[in-house]
Structure formats: structure tokens, C-alpha cells
């Protein structure tokens, strides 16, 4: 059994996609592991077959016939020879903006791996499980997800135009880590969606060369060595203003980034709320709206007017972990 963590973003998202960092000199992106997790459990079943449960129930004879692609190009990439079973569960719903599916291939992997009792890094997961999403599934994802989930804390992620990834903590004291945390509050807009369709046109844009599309990541890769500059600094006051920022230019870049009413509620937490600054989490449209706030009480009492529900969250700093072994 295996425990994999979700994310935030916290800057530069969108410049993990190649179509964008190939082209553009790299991209910058500042993750942060949350204590919301995927678990997944791998076992071998009594009966032939390929037992798989999630938010449905498959039994599949053959590898190939098993219909969850992620599921399916797991255990052919590491030839896990049926009868199996695989259960997965998970804190959140998928499709809301916290890099579900990335850290739900981690978890499988992680999990194929300790069943097989063999050692792995959180550097081969992640790069395993972008392999799968990106080149063997052709998703239209970055590589955010991926890394974070395995890697877990707050992770600053360059993209280089050749493909190699680089990683190092975010290097913030104790002090303002506490103080970054109890400023961020997430509360549930409601509603799920699929995120390679919002991602697919921001691959879709970049490859045309759009000129919003281009300047709107030029400015999230910048603005997010500004925000590691900030947090590094301890200015964390400075990062609600830079979110702010930040979601305002990145509203602009894709028509379906937002909605009127995800757009009524961010006004809403600013002015009666007193939100310093915000976005929606992951590739947008819908799922969570992160705000950042120095009055927690002022901002709850106000979005929960609204009808929205809060999920309170932590750092996790372990990434991806195994609970339990077979004996």
C-alpha cells in the first residue's frame, strides 16, 4: 500500500508544458505537496485476471483489455503478471485541480515496485510516470504533478528545453513556512473536469505561437522566480499581491481559465473577504479556489456564506511513501 500526495500550485504553472519550455528557454515551477493523499493498494488476487477498483470496477483477463490507461500502462511497463488486484482511493474527487492523475500513477508505480520488492527513487518515479502520461498516452500534461507527488514538500521545478528536469527545496525557515501555511486557505467552487482539454489548448496555442498564449507564460515563469525570491526572503506577505498578479494575466491567456462565477467569488473574498490574492488550482475552470489571506476568520465567515466548503490542508514532506508491505 502506498501514500501519495496531492499539490498545489504556487508559481510558474503552465511552463512544464514542452510545447512551451522547448521552444522558450525552459520553464519554472514552484510546487507544493498538500496532506490530501492517493492510496493505492497492489495484491495478488485468488482469481486469473486483472481485478482493478477506483471510481469503477474492472476485470480484465489480459493487460490489453483493461480499459483505465494509466492502470493498464503501469503494469505493462513493469510486466505485472495477473491474477492481481489494485484498489485505489483517494481524499479528493479527480478533476479538481490538484494533480490527481499524476499522483495517482506515482502511487501505482510506487505501489508495482514494493509488491515486486524492489527499490525505487522518487527521480525514476517521476520520471516514469511522465513517461507513461506524455509519451506513451500522448496527454497534452506537464510534468509538475509527476515530480511533486514523488518528491513531496515545496519543490521548485526547472524544465530544461532538452527535457531534463531539475529539482531543489524551496529554502524557507521554519517561521515562514508557518506563516505561508496558516495564509493559504482552499475552499471547493464545486464541479470537476477533465484537464487535458484545458491543457490541450494551451499545447494547442503554444504551438501556433499565440502571442497571448507566449507572453502570458513568459510572465508565469518570471513571476515565479519572483515568488521563490519572495518566500526565500521570508516576505510572505508579498506572495498574496504576486497571486494576484498572477491570476489576473492568467485569466487573460485562456478564455476557459475561469468562469462569471469563480470570477464573482474572487472578487468577493478581496472585498469583502480581505483575500490579499488567489487563483484556481491546476489548469482551471473549476475544482478549488486557493486564497491567500493575513484574516482567516474574515475569509472563511465570508466564502462560507457563499455556500462553499473550506478543506483545511498541511505540507506533506515525504511525497510518495509505502505503508504496508506483503510480509
Not at 505537496?33 to 469503477?56: D, Q
Not at 479538481?96 to 518515479?125: C, D, I, K, M, N
Amino acid at each position: 500500500m502506498t501514500r501519495t500526495p496531492l499539490r498545489i500550485s504556487i508559481g510558474g504553472g503552465g511552463t512544464d508544458l514542452p510545447s512551451w519550455y522547448q521552444e522558450n528557454g525552459g520553464g519554472f515551477v514552484i510546487s507544493a505537496a498538500i496532506n490530501k493523499y492517493v492510496y493505492i493498494t497492489v495484491n495478488r488476487s485468488f482469481l486469473p485476471g486483472y481485478f482493478l477498483k477506483y471510481s469503477e470496477t474492472e476485470h480484465a483477463d489480459t493487460c490489453d483489455e483493461i480499459h483505465h490507461p494509466l492502470m493498464r500502462e503501469a503494469i505493462r511497463m513493469h510486466h505485472a503478471a495477473s491474477p492481481l488486484e489494485v484498489v485505489s482511493v483517494a481524499d479528493v474527487p479527480a478533476g479538481t485541480g490538484l494533480g490527481s492523475s499524476g499522483t495517482f500513477l506515482v502511487g501505482l508505480l510506487h505501489a508495482l515496485y514494493a509488491w515486486q520488492r524492489e527499490p525505487v527513487t522518487a527521480e525514476t518515479l517521476a520520471r516514469e510516470a511522465v513517461e507513461i502520461e506524455m509519451n506513451r498516452l500522448g496527454e497534452p500534461v506537464g510534468k509538475q504533478d509527476q515530480y511533486i507527488a514523488a518528491y513531496g514538500g515545496l519543490l521548485c521545478q526547472e524544465y530544461l528545453p532538452d527535457g531534463e528536469v531539475r529539482v531543489a527545496a524551496l529554502h524557507m525557515t521554519e517561521e515562514s513556512l508557518h506563516e505561508l501555511r496558516d495564509s493559504l486557505m482552499l475552499f471547493f467552487v464545486g464541479d470537476t473536469r477533465n484537464a487535458s482539454t484545458l491543457l490541450g489548448e494551451q499545447k494547442r496555442l503554444s504551438e501556433c505561437r499565440d502571442p497571448a498564449m507566449i507572453d502570458g507564460l513568459h510572465f508565469a515563469r518570471m513571476l515565479g522566480r519572483e515568488i521563490r525570491s519572495a518566500l526565500e526572503a521570508g516576505q510572505v506577505a508579498e506572495f498574496g499581491r504576486l497571486m494576484h498578479e498572477h491570476w489576473m494575466r492568467k485569466r487573460v491567456r485562456c478564455r476557459s481559465m475561469s468562469t462569471t462565477r469563480v470570477d464573482s467569488l474572487y472578487d468577493l473574498a478581496r472585498s469583502e473577504g480581505g483575500a490579499t490574492g488567489g487563483k484556481l488550482v491546476g489548469a482551471g475552470g473549476s475544482g478549488f479556489l486557493l486564497l491567500h489571506t493575513q484574516d482567516r476568520r474574515r475569509l472563511r465567515d465570508t466564502m462560507l456564506r457563499t455556500g462553499l466548503s473550506e478543506m483545511d490542508f498541511s505540507f506533506d514532506f515525504d511525497g510518495s511513501v509505502v505503508l504496508l508491505r506483503n510480509a
